[in-house]
């Protein structure tokens, strides 16, 4: 019995590994002009004027400042939960990254909507799904 759990957890660990690989690169999101840049597998993305340590990414473009992501919460399968706090540093926001193909991620804001862009000069509410395309 012990050897099969050993030999669960192992595999599972596995699938962790190979699914927040799927999380990594450069995105762009035409609706939102905006870019993403992430690595889910480990915090090494430096941010320009974000002092400390590396990042696991972050989001910039037409948004209410660049958000970074600190912490992924969550990995299943095709899905990430992530939280994300603006560079100001005030507001943050649980995302959800979900690949629905190769080349295709959805993000979807999870609870309590911060995240914002802007409309002829003015922030509005971001669409509670926004989808990227891999460079």
């Avoid at 030999?7 to 596995?14: G, H």
Wanted: net charge positive; glycine share 6%.
């Amino acid at each position: 019995m012990k050897r099969f759990l050993l030999a669960l957890s192992v595999a599972l660990t596995a699938v962790s590994g190979w699914a927040q690989q799927q999380f990594t690169g450069m995105w762009q999101c035409e609706a939102l002009k905006a870019s993403m840049v992430i690595n889910l597998v480990e915090k090494k993305i430096p941010l320009k004027d974000f002092e400390g340590e590396d990042t696991y990414g972050y989001v910039k473009g037409d948004l209410n400042g660049t958000w970074v992501i600190l912490k992924v919460k969550e990995v299943k399968d095709n899905k990430v939960v992530v939280r994300m706090v603006s560079d100001i540093g005030y507001d943050a926001q649980d995302v959800e990254f979900r690949l629905t193909d190769e080349n295709t991620m959805e993000m979807r804001l999870v609870g309590d909507q911060v995240m914002k862009t802007t409309d002829k000069g003015k922030y509005v509410k971001m669409p509670k799904v926004s989808v990227f395309k891999k460079e």
